[in-house]
């Protein structure tokens, strides 16, 4: 049990250091195989005398994975407002240039 509680911790901090490298899709990845190794975790009986936040750190990086996904929408919604404005403003502007094609035109 203990040696899978290594390996889960493991894991765990490449999936915290690929968040904050911004590469998502090994993240993705790397958390399918921490969700393996919990399965196999959930299948073993439960050893009482294991302290996993003394011994591993297991809950305060898995707090530091929660708030680096958070942050990282957040940057993505960011984004998504920043692109939307420009599209709105692109757009803004093209309809002033074609009202002025089309005085020119007239004239």
Known sequence: MEELLKE??????????????????????????????LNKLSQLPINKDIDI?????ILTIDKRITEELQKSKLNVKGQIDEIKRQKAAQNVYGKQFEDIYFLNKQI
């Open 8 to 37: 889960y911790k493991r894991i765990s901090e490449k999936v915290l250091y690929e968040i904050i490298k911004d590469d998502l899709e090994s993240a993705e990845n790397s958390m399918k195989v921490r969700q393996d190794i």
């Open 53 to 57: 936040e003394k011994e591993f750190g």
